[in-house]
């Protein structure tokens, strides 16, 4: 079993930056995937970044390329995702996943395991 925790939510003005944390526990095996999703009120849920376990391989999505970075502390066992020029329409409660796949580092909610509970970040304009 998994367990994640999401902290470093908050509220910031257009053009700031944050700091998310997703604190893993329990068994992770190096091929397994972290992956962070936001969801806005209304919209469905949307994929933002995702790392290996290992830290090897990372991916992002095209909304988040150029401003958002997805990385491992090894010694804390905690994936952060660094926020910058943050905009309104990054508002949403953005959630950590864990992914048990065996290849690849998915892009879709349902490729994922385990959950945290989500933190809300707001960017006011």
């Known amino acids: 079993q998994v367990q994640l925790v999401e902290s470093g939510g908050g509220m910031v003005q257009a053009g700031g930056s944050l700091r998310l944390s997703c604190a893993a526990s329990?068994?992770?095996?190096?091929?397994?995937?972290v992956g962070w999703f936001r969801q806005a009120p209304g919209k469905e849920r949307e994929f933002v970044a995702a790392?290996?376990?290992?830290?090897?391989?990372?991916t992002i999505s095209d909304s988040a390329k150029g401003r958002f970075t997805i990385s491992k502390d090894n010694a804390k066992n905690v994936v952060s995702l660094l926020m910058n020029s943050l905009k309104p329409e990054d508002t949403a409660v953005y959630s950590c996943?864990?992914?048990?796949?065996?290849?690849?580092?998915?892009?879709?909610?349902?490729?994922?395991?385990?959950w945290g509970q989500g933190t809300q970040v707001t960017v006011s304009s």
């Open positions: 996943a864990a992914s048990v796949i065996l290849v690849g580092l998915p892009t879709t909610p349902d490729m994922y395991n385990f």
């Open positions: 790392i290996q376990w290992s830290g090897s391989r990372t």
């Open positions: 329990g068994r992770m095996l190096n091929h397994y995937v």
